[in-house]
């Protein structure tokens, strides 16, 4: 929080300069207020898009994750392969090819949002996936066997014994994950999704002024994360400590 | 009116042939042993000799290659069924503990309850929270594994082994992993567990358990059981020369 206020001075200061416009998202004046207003109103989308696209690919990557830990080879296979294709295809062209190739290929055409949380969610999943895969890797033998000595079926141990584990010890990687994904929405303006981005882009159009609208972009994408980071690490402390 | 068959004192456990390999290595080889239906077996034997992967075969932890194990009535096969079939009969104490580190003791001992056996949830806290004063320890019941010693964690894992009220019960090594202190509060546990007519294999070093306890003395080297019989007989004659070593050297210090 130190940092932003630092760089908001300089900015400020910055501003003295002359190069410098901030009367564009002055909040004191009703033009730059309502400019200001209309830039975080993208906020929504850029929360919603992201939040719904991580909680699909986390249930999309333990579903990948699972095959590949099978004893069985082709379920090894099946989770190779979904993961390199996936993992191969850049996020932007992903958005693309949802948004405007899949409705060619199969008849079905999403909106731009649900189009946005696919390709994010899809291209999320690999990832998901390794550190599902990793996270219930690095759970010991005997957890495994102790399940079995109870009788615990396969969907009861990883239920309550393996994955509530596994997911403490992933939290860290999944929050790295939120925040990429955060990130990544901005993408996702391309197919005129109204998130932070878009709507950056949009007033710097009829406005102008990209350095001012381009570094209150910046500053609201650093707000965001930082308060996500620092919510993830909260869940980390309590989640720790429940165990201690 | 009178169809008095002569009770047919069929072993629980019955193991003919078994062989099991690590790659090229044998670690048992076609053992042949019985185990009747409240029998206290305590087996031992050097590092190596395969006595834990025996037991591990019995609820299938290990798979064997050949031979046959019969347990509870049940051919153990390939087919998951005789698993779960097995497995249900038979408990299982593990040198490690294995607790569920994420879970309160009483989570640990309701989960199998609950989930296997359908017990309710008052049910389920009932019989753990009988098992848990059965071992001592009824005020640790809210607390989680870390925050006990490693001889409370282990007597938790038997409370939690006791709640499936399963037949057989099996030790692997469960003093191993303690501080001396603690391996007496264990044995104590295990000892009263045994005069309650449990059938019970215990694979384990600790001699003085063994001759108070047991009525069958196993004695494993290089996968092959060397030596079995009642402790009274085995201790103070054993017929083979690797067991009487293996004595001296233990019962040294």
Request: glycine letters at 6%; one cysteine or more.
């Amino acid at each position: 929080m130190k940092c932003i206020a630092i760089l908001a001075t300089f900015l400020l200061l910055a501003g003295c300069s002359g190069n410098w416009g901030w009367y564009v998202v002055d909040p004191t004046t009703p033009k730059g207020l309502i400019n200001l207003k209309f830039m975080l109103s993208g906020m929504y989308y850029t929360i919603l898009l992201s939040v719904t696209a991580i909680s699909i690919s986390v249930v999309l990557g333990l579903l990948v994750a699972l095959p590949g830990l099978s004893e069985k080879k082709g379920w090894r296979r099946f989770n190779r392969t979904y993961v390199e294709i996936v993992r191969a295809v850049p996020i932007l062209v992903l958005i693309l090819w949802v948004y405007y190739g899949l409705p060619a290929l199969s008849g079905i055409t999403l909106n731009v949002f649900w189009a946005g949380v696919l390709a994010l969610a899809l291209s999320d999943s690999a990832f998901q996936a390794e550190i599902f895969r990793g996270g219930i890797q690095s759970i010991s033998r005997g957890q495994y066997e102790a399940a079995k000595s109870v009788s615990l079926n396969y969907r009861d141990t990883m239920r309550f014994v393996i994955l509530p584990q596994a997911i403490r010890r992933i939290l860290p990687a999944l929050g790295n994950q939120l925040v990429y994904m955060l990130k990544m929405s901005s993408l996702v303006s391309v197919i005129g999704m109204q998130e932070l981005t878009r709507k950056a882009n949009e007033l710097s159009v009829s406005e102008y002024r990209p350095l001012e609208i381009y570094t209150v972009l910046v500053l609201e994408y650093l707000v965001l994360i930082l308060v996500v980071s620092a919510f993830v690490r909260r869940l980390e402390r309590r989640m720790q400590a429940a165990e201690a | 009116m009178t169809n008095t068959a002569a009770p047919m004192i069929e072993p629980v456990i019955k193991m003919r042939d078994v062989s099991k390999f690590y790659g090229d290595f044998q670690a048992l080889k076609s053992v042949n042993l019985d185990v009747s239906q409240g029998e206290r077996m305590v087996i031992c034997g050097p590092s190596g000799s395969g006595k834990s992967t025996l037991i591990r075969c019995i609820n299938r932890l290990e798979a064997h290659e050949s031979g046959q194990i019969n347990v509870n009535g049940v051919e153990l096969t390939d087919d998951s069924e005789s698993h779960d079939k097995i497995r249900g009969a038979v408990g299982m104490v593990f040198q490690q503990f294995n607790l569920f580190p994420h879970l309160t003791v009483l989570q640990n001992l309701t989960l199998g309850p609950r989930r296997v056996l359908g017990l309710s949830d008052t049910e389920a806290d009932e019989r753990a929270m009988t098992y848990l004063e059965r071992v001592r320890i009824p005020d640790q019941a809210d607390k989680y594994p870390r925050q006990l010693s490693g001889g409370q964690q282990q007597r938790v894992a038997i409370a939690r082994a006791l709640c499936m009220e399963s037949k057989i019960l099996l030790f692997d090594e469960p003093t191993s992993a303690l501080d001396p202190e603690m391996i007496a509060e264990v044995l104590d546990v295990m000892t009263e567990l045994a005069s309650s007519g449990m059938t019970m294999i215990v694979v384990t070093h600790e001699m003085g358990f063994a001759r108070k306890v047991a009525d069958t003395m196993v004695f494993m080297d290089q996968g092959e059981i060397v030596e079995v019989g009642p402790p009274d007989q085995v201790f103070t004659a054993p017929k083979s020369q690797r067991f009487a070593t293996f004595l001296k050297q233990i019962l040294q210090h």
